[in-house]
């Protein structure tokens, strides 16, 4: 497979490089991250509507707070950004973006 160049299509080809199985749906961690913390019940209550998979994550030592949404989908470049996108489109009124993901592999 071909991805473009740029962060997403580099994890995706670590992947392939690793033997990773593009053929089986797989569960997929996206981050949602917020300019302050805690987000908004608004914000939150927004992603429920969308996504089933939701867990929150304080902030704890070192490391910002986040909202983890998890969805069991074929890995493809495609689902990714426009994954996304989707998800920001919905926290940036929140102050919130989605610009990483990843696999348990």
Not at 8 to 27: K, M, Y
Not at 31 to 38: A, C, G, K, L, Q
Not at 75 to 90: A, C, G, R, S, W
């Amino acid at each position: 497979m071909d991805f473009p160049n740029d962060a997403d299509g580099d994890v995706l080809r670590r992947l392939q490089e690793t033997g990773f199985d593009f053929a089986v749906a797989t569960d997929i961690d996206f981050n949602v991250d917020f300019e302050t913390w805690p987000p908004s019940g608004d914000a939150i209550e927004s992603l429920y509507l969308s996504y089933n998979s939701i867990e929150i994550y304080k902030p704890e030592d070192e490391y910002e707070g986040y909202i983890l949404i998890t969805i069991n989908e074929f890995l493809t470049y495609n689902f990714v950004v426009e994954t996304q996108q989707k998800i920001t489109k919905i926290v940036s009124r929140f102050g919130g973006v989605c610009e990483s993901w990843g696999v348990l592999h």
